[in-house]
């Protein structure tokens, strides 16, 4: 049995390395790696980035274990309605993921020079505190963007690649000893508290999630993490929506998933929400109401039938997108008649 379990492994790699190396190669995009001589590491593949259907760029990744690590992102823009994120942004991404604070770090942007295959290239770079930096410039059309951790070369130099093949062959090997996902945390059983309204103690975590989550894409810091007992309270406000709707499982869970879905979006989308403590409450309560189905005659019921259109799964994107546009304006009209 594990032999033919390792022969799966092995065919499904073997499907996903040609697979990458064919969009690779009918992208026409050069694959830029460091010199041999100013590598942290062993490069690695870090993953494909598309719009449209069009690879816009190609990273490589330069791990070692609780040391200096890079990323080289090569990407090509034109004729694409998107272009490249802002210097900072990028930085921000890698320093936010590392669990480092931003407003701790001194941002300071300057001049700076890349070598592209021997050619030195006019690039801008921004330095984020001792650790952090990230470099850009472009040659003939493509754009390269160094970013560096704990490692910092006299000069930063990237060359061609020429076959990507062995890179992509090491995929096997990055997957176990880089891409590991860290150890899950093990359940915890619903606190009793919490088990008399499932739906509210759901809401109410929804919403504290969502309050983290602001806050650390605001200035980084340690991920934000759900309780540890949200499976066991997801299963009880499935259960209890069950009761009351005469609803199967599967119908059920959809109901709870557009409810949390809803509240999230609400938080993020409007000030209204997050700042007024008065009329957030008045909108969890008529979500819950409606969700449930307690109360579906709820003022803001014109906005929940189209947040139901806009998250429905069978639902085409357009359709998607007007009814979301719609759930957007009956909330606004809804918190004004609030007021």
């Not at 850009?136 to 490692?151: K, L, M, Q």
């Not at 947040?307 to 918190?335: F, K, L, M, S, V």
Request: glycine residues 6%; charged residues 30%; contains cysteine.
């Amino acid at each position: 049995m594990e032999f033919k379990d390792t022969n799966r492994r092995d065919e499904r790699f073997a499907r996903q390395t040609e697979r990458i190396h064919a969009e690779l190669r009918a992208s026409g995009l050069p694959l830029y790696t460091l010199t041999q001589g100013s590598r942290p590491a062993q490069e690695h593949f870090g993953g494909l980035e598309t719009f449209d259907g069009t690879v816009t760029a190609v990273h490589l990744v330069y791990p070692t274990p609780d040391g200096p690590w890079a990323d080289v992102e090569t990407a090509r823009w034109t004729d694409l309605p998107i272009g490249p994120v802002p210097l900072r942004e990028a930085l921000e991404h890698h320093v936010r993921r590392a669990g480092d604070r931003l407003s701790a770090l001194t941002w300071d942007e300057s001049p700076a020079t890349l070598l592209v295959d021997g050619h030195r290239v006019d690039a801008r770079q921004l330095r984020a505190g001792h650790r952090w930096w990230v470099l850009r410039g472009e040659r003939s059309g493509i754009e390269i963007t160094v970013v560096g951790r704990d490692w910092q070369p006299e000069s930063c130099a990237v060359e061609t690649v020429a076959d990507p093949v062995p890179i992509l062959d090491r995929l096997r090997g990055s997957h176990s000893a880089h891409r590991a996902a860290p150890p899950a945390r093990e359940a915890e059983p619903l606190p009793a508290g919490l088990r008399r309204e499932p739906h509210r103690a759901l809401a109410d975590a929804v919403l504290r999630n969502a309050a983290a989550q602001a806050a650390w894409q605001a200035d980084g810091g340690p991920a934000p993490e759900l309780p540890a007992w949200w499976s066991a309270l997801w299963q009880a406000a499935v259960q209890r929506q069950m009761q009351l709707s005469g609803r199967d499982e599967a119908e059920a869970a959809e109901a709870v998933r557009a409810m949390t879905s809803e509240l999230a979006s609400l938080f993020h989308e409007y000030e209204w929400f997050r700042t007024d403590e008065e009329l957030r409450g008045r909108a969890v309560t008529e979500i819950l109401f409606y969700s449930t189905g307690l109360e579906t005659d709820v003022r803001s019921r014109p906005a929940q039938d189209e947040w139901r259109r806009a998250t429905a799964i069978d639902a085409e994107p357009r359709t998607r997108a007007a009814a979301n546009d719609r759930w957007r304006a009956a909330w606004q009209n809804w918190a004004s008649a609030c007021r």
